[in-house]
């Protein structure tokens, strides 16, 4: 049989609505990562809700432990240095760490916005772009990366604040 245009033009509008539905159920991650703690028993064509933690993406490069330390104890502080994290969640537990990297500038833009007084932490801020997530921190400001002791450690892929002891020299 004949087929008219304006069944062309139906399918063709189809077409394009099922394409945009499958773009809107491709799983994308908004930075580069590992694959973690994928759902059991994920298969192809198994239908998922849209509350299901499919998985996690974590970004290797910013699991691990930032502080942020004052220009005078930049002195104090060394590559290697010994440090300990508590959480203020758990004050009791620790986790041993080492320092791995230290900025050479200071923080201009504080990144890790939880540990600013405009979201309760300890790091006196200019909150006012806040919800821009630009928080400026109001004294100098250098970035410490710490790694754990043990490098099998489970890191929890959520930020948790907390205090890092650094054993410098004082």
Not at 118 to 134: F, L, P, T, V
């Amino acid at each position: 049989g004949m087929v008219s245009n304006e069944q062309i033009e139906a399918a063709h509008k189809k077409l394009e609505g099922l394409q945009e539905k499958r773009l809107r159920l491709m799983v994308v991650a908004p930075f580069d990562g590992k694959v973690r703690d994928i759902l059991a028993g994920m298969e192809a064509h198994r239908a998922v809700k849209n509350t299901d933690l499919l998985l996690r993406v974590v970004n290797e490069s910013h699991s691990g432990f930032t502080a942020f330390i004052s220009e005078d104890d930049m002195s104090r502080i060394q590559i290697n240095d010994k440090a300990v994290f508590i959480p203020d969640s758990q004050p009791l537990s620790s986790i041993s760490l080492t320092v791995k990297t230290i900025s050479v500038s200071n923080v201009e833009v504080l990144d890790v916005v939880e540990l600013s007084s405009c979201y309760g932490g300890g790091i006196k801020s200019d909150c006012q772009n806040a919800e821009s997530s630009s928080v400026i921190p109001l004294q100098s400001l250098y970035r410490v990366g710490l790694a754990p002791v043990k490098a099998e450690l489970k890191i929890s892929p959520t930020i948790l604040r907390g205090q890092i002891r650094i054993s410098g020299t004082w």
